[in-house]
């Protein structure tokens, strides 16, 4: 266009009101400032935008040439500081609520790559919209915190210190500036609690976006980041220093700690305005929530003392199922760390029976029992028979009694089986020491409990190497009891003779059929290794050849050395259960 041609179209623009504009001069002014763009002409651009006499032009068609301008600096091309101030002097004079909607609209678009610094660019222009709207941003501030908060997500959470100190995404840094964006809403609903303790709509209405705000962070990015504190740095991560400011807004816009954690479910009428909000206000929050006050113990100073340990425990119970059942490690993490903390302020044996029975109490040792056995990582696995064994240490004798019975019957793994035998003969040892004798771990109640634990599941045909940890417990367990009992005149020697014969001899066949087995098999392998040897020592003697076939069948599977190993292991293990056998068979019968 000459550029005479283009003053007349200027010209004619300042003299037409913004609803007499056509959809085809706000596309011609959108090209014109485009070709600017593309051509490098943005210092002769922003002196158009900025000219008096041109403000009712770019109020009215200016909105639309933010796109191309924040897509030039994010991407770092041509002129991006000019470019800045262009986008600066449009969010000041354009109208906010088509500002928001560009904005925003602006954010989603931006690609993987520049995902970071679109949010950080754009969330200081969101911020001055904002304080455009007056007493009516709350509304926009929640689409706006909405949006900044989807596209943090996209991010990678940081694993490690090392790569949260490299923030090569970006999520640290826009999680710092979600803070700063924050800070003064914060201070205004404090500044209007403090004037007047008359709650406006408006009043409610922000902090009801605080709030929201605040949950969806403890659930996203918190729960998936490492926030152990390192005693040993001056300076805390910033995600440490984002959860430490998360737990100050709460307190800021006065959302009591135990009104969310303990009696969310039971609110009534006067929180219906925050019950809008359900949807933010998940159990994963909650559980996050959980996790940074008692275990990290941010915020603690202001969580109050009046609660009983046993309350928090069962009130921490749906957060820490929450936690455990997923797959992911700092999930799992924060779930045992947080049933750690709480079990600690419990003291031992203190436990009822009664909790058992509540369906998410119980839940939680199944959650760690299936952590034991399926979890692919090792100190996963270590760390939940650690929670485990202090569980059910903090169990009352008659809760003991019940789980051990219940967790034998429904565990089938001889590992777990074998923890629960060993608890019970550790029961039963220290209720003989103690002064305070324990009735569920002696006389008919223990025999009782003998009778449910101390058998082979599937009888005669039970693998005793597969649940070898489970007989080996078994057979310690009788042996003790019957070393106790034999110089006793007590009236369970009879039942304890009984069930331990009757577990031998099922034993005993289980013993010679295995033994046979596996002898057998290990002769079998080690003659399969003696005609390999000749075969390959003869064939040695021919040509050559690429490959070898045995009895037409290829190797495969475990090789003869490991089986070879494992054969030896397996009798050497029965040999062991054997000597148990016979010494268990010594003392009943010195007895009589």
């Not at 040439?65 to 262009?86: F, Q, S, T, W, Y």
């Not at 299936?370 to 485990?388: D, G, N, S, T």
């Not at 020697?493 to 005993?508: M, P, S, V």
Request: proline content about 4%.
């Amino acid at each position: 266009m000459a550029a005479n041609e283009l003053d007349d179209v200027i010209q004619r623009w300042r003299r037409t009101k913004e609803k007499d504009l056509k959809p085809e001069d706000h596309e011609l002014f959108l090209s014109i400032a485009g070709t600017c763009i593309a051509q490098s002409d943005i210092a002769q651009l922003l002196d158009f935008i900025k000219e008096e006499k041109n403000q009712n032009i770019v109020k009215a068609m200016g909105c639309g040439l933010l796109g191309p301008l924040i897509k030039e600096v994010v991407e770092k091309k041509r002129d991006p500081v000019n470019c800045e101030a262009i986008i600066t002097h449009l969010v000041q004079i354009c109208r906010a609520n088509d500002l928001l909607d560009v904005l925003l609209r602006e954010m989603e678009d931006a690609g993987p790559d520049a995902t970071a610094d679109a949010i950080i660019l754009l969330m200081q222009h969101i911020h001055l919209v904002l304080s455009r709207l007056g007493d009516s941003k709350a509304l926009s501030l929640g689409r706006a915190l909405d949006a900044l908060q989807k596209q943090i997500s996209k991010l990678p959470v940081p694993y490690s210190r090392k790569q949260e100190q490299e923030d090569k995404y970006g999520l640290c840094r826009c999680c710092t500036a979600l803070l700063t964006f924050v800070q003064p809403f914060v201070q205004e609903v404090k500044s209007q609690e403090t004037k007047s303790p008359v709650t406006t709509s408006n009043d409610e209405e922000l902090r009801t976006v605080l709030l929201k705000f605040c949950m969806q962070s403890l659930r996203e990015p918190l729960l998936e980041a490492q926030l152990d504190r390192e005693a040993d740095t001056s300076q805390n991560s910033a995600l440490w220093n984002f959860a430490t400011e998360i737990m100050a807004i709460l307190s800021a816009i006065q959302e009591p700690l135990p009104k969310l954690l303990f009696y969310y479910p039971l609110r009534g009428k006067e929180d219906m305005g925050v019950r809008k909000q359900d949807n933010s206000h998940t159990t994963e929050s909650r559980a996050c929530l959980a996790y940074l006050l008692f275990v990290q113990l941010i915020a603690m100073e202001v969580f109050p003392a009046v609660f009983s340990p046993i309350f928090v425990l069962q009130c921490n119970m749906e957060y820490i199922s929450i936690l455990l059942s997923r797959k992911d490690e700092s999930w799992i993490l924060k779930g045992l760390d947080l049933y750690v903390k709480t079990l600690e302020r419990v003291l031992d044996n203190s436990l009822p029976v009664q909790l058992l029975e509540l369906r998410t109490f119980y839940s939680v040792p199944q959650i760690l029992v299936k952590i034991m056995i399926e979890c692919p990582i090792q100190h996963l696995r270590v760390k939940a028979l650690i929670v485990f064994q202090l569980f059910i240490e903090k169990l009352n004798g008659e809760a003991k009694h019940k789980f051990f019975r219940c967790t034998m019957k429904t565990c089938q793994h001889a590992g777990v089986e074998s923890i629960i035998l060993k608890n019970i003969k550790n029961q039963a040892e220290h209720s003989s020491k103690s002064e305070q004798r324990d009735g569920w771990f002696e006389g008919t109640l223990l025999i009782t409990l003998l009778r449910d634990t101390v058998n082979l599941p599937q009888g005669p045909e039970t693998d005793l190497l597969h649940g070898m940890d489970r007989v080996m417990e078994s057979l310690n367990l009788l042996r003790y009891l019957l070393i106790k009992e034999r110089s006793k005149a007590t009236a369970i020697w009879t039942d304890l003779c009984n069930i331990a014969e009757t577990y031998i001899k099922i034993l005993r066949m289980c013993l010679s059929m295995s033994k046979s087995y596996y002898g057998t098999e290990l002769k079998k392998l080690h003659e399969e290794k003696r005609i390999k040897a000749k075969e390959f020592k003869e064939m040695s003697k021919k040509k050559p050849i690429q490959h070898m076939i045995v009895k037409n069948e290829s190797l495969d599977g475990m090789p003869p050395e490991a089986q070879d190993k494992v054969l030896q292991c397996a009798l050497v293990t029965y040999d062991l259960m054997e000597s148990l056998v016979v010494r268990i068979e010594e003392i009943i019968e010195e007895r009589v």
